[in-house]
């Protein structure tokens, strides 16, 4: 790996390099390589903000790779589990001033995704919420997108409010689009599918799902987001041809965390 690299440079480095291992790849040696060289550099140079940064995308390393786990089907050890927790709490206690909404929301995905406890989850959430939607926010488009979506499945499958589940999901959408990767955006298509689906929307439902399938062939995504976005057509066209209420329906990042690491996880 360069050396020459600010670390800035690295941090941006280590982003890309998590998208290219969460969506495409599988293969997170590069991402954490690039993080924990940005970590040591900005502990020498006691930059706290970029420190509390690379901490964070070393513990979005770590969930990627328990959420891969789990959607092979593999149990995740406690371990993991806890070592993932753990670089989330480095980061915030390193740049409490800083508004770290990552380390937020990284907290919130470790009680809602690994352990099922929205109880826990939510107030993660909310205040990542709070710092990602205030005006003066220099919180990117994804990281936003992702806030968004994780309090719309919280109304999707905890306190169930299809609407408001729509609302956010749409948001959560909007900016994945916005933002322009094309790896990012089926997985927001899925998840607002999967809403308009609760709420009674069958046929744009099915319209958002047929979209996600070939996006997610376009883009080359690995084969647990082709097949998590075809079982959810799937689903979507079955309650279509149905006389029968829509179900409502769990976004799978909350299906493969609340029971036993099924492997459609999204």
């Given at each position: 790996?360069?050396?020459?690299?600010?670390?800035?440079?690295?941090?941006?480095?280590?982003?890309?390099?998590?998208?290219?291992?969460?969506?495409?790849?599988?293969?997170?040696?590069a991402?954490?390589?690039?993080?924990?060289?940005?970590?040591?550099?900005?502990?020498?140079?006691?930059?706290?903000?970029?420190?509390?940064?690379?901490?964070?995308?070393?513990?979005?390393?770590?969930?990627?790779?328990?959420?891969?786990?789990?959607?092979?089907?593999?149990?995740?050890?406690?371990?993991?589990?806890?070592?993932?927790?753990?670089?989330?709490?480095?980061?915030?206690?390193?740049?409490p001033?800083?508004?770290?909404?990552?380390?937020?929301?990284?907290?919130?995905?470790?009680?809602?995704?690994?352990?099922?406890?929205?109880?826990?989850?939510?107030?993660?959430?909310w205040?990542?919420?709070?710092?990602?939607?205030?005006?003066?926010?220099?919180?990117?488009?994804?990281?936003?997108?992702?806030?968004?979506?994780?309090?719309?499945?919280?109304?999707?499958?905890?306190?169930?409010?299809?609407?408001?589940?729509?609302?956010?999901?749409q948001?959560?959408?909007?900016?994945?689009?916005?933002?322009?990767?094309?790896?990012?955006?089926?997985?927001g298509?899925?998840?607002?599918?999967e809403?308009?689906?609760?709420?009674?929307?069958?046929?744009?439902?099915?319209?958002?799902?047929?979209?996600?399938?070939?996006?997610?062939?376009?883009?080359g995504?690995?084969?647990?987001?082709?097949?998590?976005?075809?079982?959810?057509?799937h689903?979507?066209?079955?309650?279509?041809?149905?006389?029968?209420?829509?179900?409502?329906?769990?976004?799978?990042?909350?299906?493969?965390?609340?029971?036993d690491?099924?492997?459609?996880?999204?």
């Amino acid at each position: 790996m360069a050396t020459d690299r600010s670390i800035g440079d690295l941090l941006d480095a280590g982003e890309e390099a998590l998208a290219e291992a969460g969506f495409t790849t599988g293969d997170f040696a590069a991402a954490r390589e690039l993080f924990e060289q940005a970590r040591a550099e900005a502990a020498q140079a006691g930059e706290g903000l970029a420190e509390a940064r690379a901490l964070a995308g070393l513990g979005m390393v770590a969930h990627y790779e328990n959420v891969t786990a789990l959607m092979a089907g593999s149990a995740v050890d406690s371990a993991d589990i806890d070592a993932e927790e753990k670089l989330f709490r480095q980061a915030l206690s390193g740049s409490p001033e800083a508004g770290p909404a990552q380390a937020l929301f990284g907290l919130g995905l470790v009680f809602q995704v690994l352990h099922s406890d929205w109880m826990t989850a939510m107030p993660y959430f909310w205040q990542a919420l709070e710092l990602v939607s205030a005006p003066d926010t220099d919180a990117g488009e994804y990281l936003r997108s992702e806030v968004h979506r994780h309090v719309g499945f919280y109304f999707l499958a905890e306190d169930v409010q299809p609407e408001v589940a729509v609302g956010h999901l749409q948001i959560s959408l909007d900016l994945r689009e916005q933002l322009g990767d094309p790896r990012r955006i089926p997985t927001g298509l899925v998840a607002l599918g999967e809403a308009q689906l609760s709420a009674g929307r069958r046929d744009l439902a099915v319209d958002l799902l047929t979209r996600a399938v070939a996006q997610a062939r376009e883009a080359g995504l690995l084969a647990h987001w082709i097949r998590q976005a075809e079982n959810a057509l799937h689903a979507a066209q079955a309650a279509a041809e149905s006389a029968d209420p829509a179900p409502a329906s769990a976004d799978a990042d909350t299906r493969a965390a609340s029971a036993d690491a099924e492997s459609d996880k999204q």
